[in-house]
């Protein structure tokens, strides 16, 4: 620096290096901020630089610093989740499965309401019993639970096990925890499935349980009848919010009821329903009978190897209504029996236990 003196070149100098240090590539000093400067940052900031980093900050080339805990090995994302490799209870925090389908250990797949309701998802077999999957998304504490359950019958007669008792006098009887308003009426629509099989026997079925129709008193109906009723509809625009697999598929707020092709259940599936509920309340119910490789029975002879329309949407209309499955080979009388055998209209009329369980939920109209 020609004729300059040495104080003033020093001074430069000094204020070049502060220039380039400081600030001169800076869009501002508060969180959130880009910036290059390599001195510590503030939290949530990014930096290219190479000082110190506060909590939050990404640094690049040194990769993630003071991020989350990472999400269990098992919370892989798309696909469907297993609940056998999972805790029965899961933090939405620690792996968010709002909106995933999971499996349960019984086979039943569900969608995860991600709206704060819950569910409860059921499936009745020809052999060896139904099973349940339920689902509880509690917002308050921020988890999801899980919980199943594999109604077994056995295959004839244990030894010691003593003889299915009379409908009209087995008491038994199993809540699944939510149920209708007292008093209300469930509008429900029909839905005819690609077969257009009749839905006389789903009309009946339903209104079966609900008007609590048995053999055990006189006039075909105990009484008092369950505060509370079904009414049908016509028919729906859209199927059931039930997979092909079987389970609970994304509520649509409309309660639907008939036949769907559930190409991907098992060979013994022959029905399936999904309880929607909040606390305990039911908000939504949707039923399908397995119309893909299995006979139907809706009156006169049964064929043999067909399935009584009629009983087994009596048994599926006690789970819109709120009745779990009973199990035992005691029990196997009852309309809530967890399975059905071929050509067997019994589930048609309610036992004791059936109508007890209404009583429990309603009270009398």
């Known amino acids: 620096m020609h004729g300059y003196s040495r104080e003033f070149r020093r001074a430069a100098v000094t204020a070049a290096v502060a220039a380039m240090v400081v600030g001169t590539v800076t869009a501002g000093a508060g969180p959130g901020t880009v910036t290059a400067d390599p001195g510590p940052v503030g939290p ?9 980093v506060g909590p939050g900050t990404v640094h690049a080339g040194a990769g993630p610093v003071g991020a989350g805990p990472r999400p ?3 919370c892989k994302p ?6 056998r490799a999972m805790p029965r209870h899961v933090k939405i925090a620690d792996c968010d499965l709002r909106g995933r389908t999971v499996r349960g250990v019984n086979g039943i797949t569900a969608v995860v309401p991600a709206d704060g309701t819950s569910l409860v998802a059921h499936a009745l077999r020809t052999t060896g019993g139904g099973a349940e999957l339920r689902i509880d998304v509690d917002g308050r504490t921020g988890r999801v639970s899980f919980s ?8 004839g007669r244990p030894r010691g096990a003593r003889a299915p008792a009379n409908a009209c006098q087995d008491g038994a009887y199993r809540l699944e925890g939510s149920r209708w308003p007292r008093g209300s009426t469930v509008l429900w629509r029909h839905y005819p499935g690609q077969r257009g099989l009749p839905v006389n026997g789903i009309i009946r079925g339903v209104s079966n349980m609900a008007g609590a129709r048995t053999d055990c008193a006189a006039g075909g109906r105990f009484s008092p009848s369950p505060n509370v009723s079904t009414r049908h509809a016509g028919r729906a625009a859209a ?6 697999n079987a389970g609970c598929g994304t509520r649509d707020r409309s309660n639907t009821f008939g036949w769907l092709a559930m190409t991907g259940a098992g060979s013994n599936i022959l029905a399936a329903t999904c309880v929607w509920y909040r606390g305990s309340s039911t908000l939504e119910t949707d039923m399908a009978l397995q119309e893909q490789g299995k006979r139907w029975w809706s009156g006169g002879s049964c064929t043999a190897g067909s399935y009584s329309t009629e009983a087994v949407a009596t048994h599926e209309a006690g789970h819109v209504l709120g009745l779990g499955h009973v199990g035992g080979a005691n029990h196997t009388r009852l309309t809530m029996a967890p399975s059905v055998a071929a050509c067997d209209n019994g589930l048609a009329t309610l036992g004791r236990g059936d109508y007890n369980g209404l009583m429990a939920l309603y009270g009398a109209r």
């Open 44 to 52: 949530g900031n990014v930096t290219a630089g190479t000082g110190p």
């Open 239 to 244: 199927a059931p919010d039930i997979t092909r």
């Open 148 to 155: 199943t359950s594999d109604e077994r019958v056995p295959q």
């Open 72 to 74: 269990p090995a098992w």
């Open 78 to 83: 798309g696909g469907t989740l297993q609940t």
